[in-house]
């Protein structure tokens, strides 16, 4: 018979120094994930945005009839502001008023944003409205995502009165 004890485990000591490498890893990449969950997230909020352009675009194409997107907190009327961070919606707008009216179809309905994000166009404008050829009715405007790291990491969505849009990464007004 063999007299030796087999141990099995760790020692206290080295719990403790596996422990504190993994304290020490941890503590280095925290910031890093905690970077890459807000760049993910503005990312995609700016995409968000940009399809729902898109979206309001080809409806009107689409359905040969205005079609617009504005702010909106309920998720069925427009807010009328200039911030857009609580949500938005599409809808169908025949007559081009901006106003949900008895009849016209809400296409989509986009949540508020998360992360403590801000968006809001820079012009003042309340909405926008696309033509049936898929031109803006008069908005040239410039949408500005934020986040808390400021403006280096912000986006802003550029549309013109042709109704293209595109993203720039730092330059928006914070």
């Given at each position: 018979?063999?007299?030796?004890?087999?141990?099995?485990?760790?020692?206290?000591?080295?719990?403790?120094?596996?422990?504190?490498?993994?304290?020490?890893?941890?503590?280095?990449?925290?910031?890093?994930?905690?970077?890459?969950?807000?760049?993910?997230?503005?990312?995609?909020?700016?995409?968000?945005?940009?399809?729902?352009?898109?979206?309001t675009k080809s409806e009107a194409i689409k359905r040969n009839s205005p079609a617009?997107?504005?702010?909106?907190?309920?998720?069925?009327?427009?807010?009328?502001?200039?911030?857009?961070?609580?949500?938005?919606?599409?809808?169908?707008?025949?007559?081009?008023?901006?106003?949900?009216?008895?009849?016209e179809e809400i296409i989509q309905v986009s949540a508020a944003l998360t992360g403590?994000?801000?968006l809001q166009t820079n012009a003042g404008d309340i909405r926008v409205t696309f033509?049936?050829?898929?031109?803006?009715?008069?908005?040239?405007?410039?949408?500005?995502?934020?986040?808390?790291?400021?403006?280096?990491?912000?986006?802003?969505?550029?549309?013109?009165?042709?109704?293209?849009?595109?993203?720039?990464?730092?330059?928006?007004?914070?």
């Amino acid at each position: 018979m063999n007299n030796l004890a087999i141990n099995k485990g760790f020692t206290v000591i080295e719990l403790l120094v596996t422990l504190s490498v993994a304290g020490i890893l941890l503590a280095v990449a925290a910031p890093s994930y905690r970077e890459f969950v807000q760049e993910s997230r503005i990312t995609t909020q700016s995409n968000n945005l940009l399809s729902s352009m898109m979206l309001t675009k080809s409806e009107a194409i689409k359905r040969n009839s205005p079609a617009t997107i504005c702010p909106s907190i309920s998720g069925t009327a427009c807010t009328g502001g200039t911030i857009w961070s609580s949500g938005w919606i599409v809808f169908a707008d025949a007559n081009s008023d901006g106003v949900v009216d008895t009849g016209e179809e809400i296409i989509q309905v986009s949540a508020a944003l998360t992360g403590g994000n801000t968006l809001q166009t820079n012009a003042g404008d309340i909405r926008v409205t696309f033509a049936a050829d898929g031109f803006t009715m008069g908005f040239n405007t410039r949408f500005s995502l934020c986040d808390s790291r400021g403006v280096a990491h912000s986006r802003t969505l550029i549309l013109n009165n042709q109704g293209r849009v595109r993203t720039e990464k730092g330059t928006a007004a914070c």
